[in-house]
């Protein structure tokens, strides 16, 4: 899902032009157009046209209607709402992952394949069952519920809990992102930066980070486009209190489910617009990852 | 500055990498530590830089004991068989790393350390290439490079793991002639790794032989050529496999020894 791509988008070109110079690897034309038809056919039906279907939907009613939607204090509630939830996920989950993928990557220690597994949990469980763990620790019958209740603390069907749904869900983005990287470097220029008399955040400042500059903003990407879409974690804890806890996921389910579809459209567009706009990053950080990654091949 | 090991040890599980070795590097030498793959002679080089840390037995610099002292405060120049430049930093900013990773209380000015890194650059003749990124020079200049950076921070003692195990036969030869010159000119301690038996007879002063952890043998190449101390170190060092004997000879002869027994014996049989 993540970790290869990165650093073979950079090769994708190369790669298929070496298998069709040479004659032993290269298929037969009817091969070759056949798989092309198929994967392009499959995805312009899957993918572009929900896409145009979309945006087509959110203006039927023309502009007018389209930016009235967009204004209403609701959506602008569950716009400020989305973005304070990613604000705070995405940059906890940087943390985490940089410290998760940096221990992994550069010390042995026990547990650590059980860490690893760990920091998968999050894509192989249900979002609502990830939503509904937090229900039982912090609910009104949850671990700690009766405690909160008394100090008069709101996690559930508040802000708190929304952004600890968001920020589990989105873990393995940039953990996943980084571990293969920094495997693959090594520790060499780390040694060579401490036989140079630097300091450990020297090291990590001068030298590592560079190192994995591209593939740490590839994971902030893909963990901010999850961080704001995600639906089923955060219905389960949000609570569905209009203007107070809906993200925009949440509020586009509302809206479709009162019929008023040209404003559920509208605010999905946003969405659609923000995943137009991750791909757009998305391509551009793998063609300079790309880049840098031929410049290491020719290093080795 | 001397350089002493006494009585290291170190396994990695129930590997033995290094047996009870204690060795003594005098000031102002050229050491090779040569041996097989596995023998112990690069986590030797690296326990000595503190990049790895023995089990049992103490490391001396300068008759100090620095077996508690880390890597960073060791002051010690380190060359990786793999280069280890950073591939983000062009060449001027490596060789400039170790200066401006300094305190601030002992960091030369910018105008200092381009003096300076222009000097070494000059020393190992490529001044011409400051400007250029690690990935856009060949081998030997990365390696010459990385030679430069170790030596930025004015390293008590040089250690060179395998310098020369990554580079074509060609550069190899005239890299290890150019290490050998520029240690005479500098004068610096150093110890290098190699498993090439001709690479570690041609450029340094003396030559310790390793096998399974332990110490075989150590002196000049023309004591170890002529009187190996154990079976294994004549079968080592064993010169037919390196070409004609007047080669290797002339060699050790460039080098001021002469290479008398082996060739007599040869002759005779």
């Known amino acids: ?83 304070i939830a990613a604000a705070i996920a995405v940059p906890l989950n940087l943390v985490f992952g940089v410290a998760a993928a940096w221990s992994i990557s550069k010390f042995q220690f026990p547990g650590k394949q059980f860490l690893i597994t760990l920091i998968d949990l999050p894509f192989s469980v249900s979002p609502v069952v990830a939503g509904l763990i937090y229900v039982l620790i912090f609910g009104r019958q949850g671990w700690i519920g009766g405690w909160l209740m008394d100090h008069d603390i709101k996690i559930l069907f508040a802000i708190p809990g929304i952004v600890l749904a968001t920020t589990f869900v989105t873990f393995p983005f940039i953990a996943r992102e980084l571990i293969p990287l920094m495997e693959a470097q090594g520790k060499e220029e780390e040694e060579a930066s401490i036989v140079l008399g630097a300091t450990g955040l020297q090291t990590f400042w001068h030298v590592t980070l560079p190192n994995i500059k591209w593939g740490l903003i590839y994971g902030v990407i893909l963990c901010n486009a999850r961080a704001m879409g995600e639906f089923g974690a955060v219905s389960v804890v949000s609570g569905h209190i209009r203007g107070e806890t809906n993200t925009m996921p949440l509020h586009v389910e509302i809206l479709y489910n009162e019929y008023q579809f040209a404003a559920a459209f509208a605010v999905a567009s946003l969405l659609a617009l923000l995943a137009l706009l991750t791909l757009a990053v998305k391509t551009f950080v793998e063609w300079q990852a790309g880049k840098s990654n031929n410049q290491s091949d020719k290093e080795e | 500055m001397s350089i002493q090991v006494k009585n290291i040890n170190k396994r990695f599980g129930d590997f033995v990498a290094l047996d009870n070795v204690s060795l003594d590097f005098p000031t102002g030498e050229l050491t090779a530590l040569l041996g097989p793959s596995g023998c112990g002679k690069t986590t030797l080089l690296r326990v000595i830089a503190g990049l790895e840390f023995a089990d049992s037995g103490n490391v001396l610099l300068e008759g100090e004991d620095a077996s508690d002292t880390h890597v960073r405060e060791r002051n010690v120049g380190f060359v990786f068989q793999h280069y280890a430049l950073f591939r983000h930093m062009n060449v001027f900013d490596n060789v400039a790393y170790g200066l401006r990773m300094k305190p601030r209380k002992t960091r030369p000015a910018e105008t200092e350390i381009k003096r300076k890194v222009h000097d070494l650059l000059n020393l190992v003749q490529l001044d011409w290439l400051a400007d250029r990124f690690p990935s856009q020079l060949s081998g030997g200049q990365r390696q010459r490079i990385a030679l430069a950076r170790a030596l930025a921070v004015e390293p008590r003692v040089l250690l060179l793991d395998e310098p020369f195990g990554a580079l074509d036969a060609k550069v190899r ?11 005479d000119e500098l004068h610096v301690t150093s110890i290098f790794v190699t498993h090439d038996q001709e690479e570690a007879l041609e450029v340094s002063d003396r030559v310790v032989l390793m096998n399974h952890g332990k110490v075989e043998q150590i002196g000049t190449a023309q004591q170890v050529v002529e009187t190996p101390a154990t079976p294994f170190v004549s079968e080592f060092l064993d010169l037919r496999d390196h070409g004609p004997e007047w080669l290797i000879a002339a060699k050790l002869r460039h080098r001021g020894f002469e290479l008398k027994q082996a060739t007599t014996d040869r002759s005779a049989a």
């Open chain 1, 1 to 83: 899902m993540s970790g290869a791509t990165a650093t073979l988008a950079g090769h994708g070109g190369s790669v298929s032009s070496r298998y069709e110079d040479s004659s032993a690897t290269r298929e037969p034309t009817w091969v070759k157009w056949t798989l092309v038809t198929i994967s392009l056919s499959f995805f312009s039906f899957f993918l572009l046209l929900p896409l145009f279907a979309v945006f087509t939907e959110a203006l039927r009613k023309g502009w007018d209607v389209y930016w009235a939607a967009l204004v209403e204090p609701d959506a602008l509630s569950a716009i400020k709402l989305t973005l």
């Open chain 2, 173 to 183: 030869k005239e890299l290890r002639q150019w290490l050998r010159r520029l240690h």
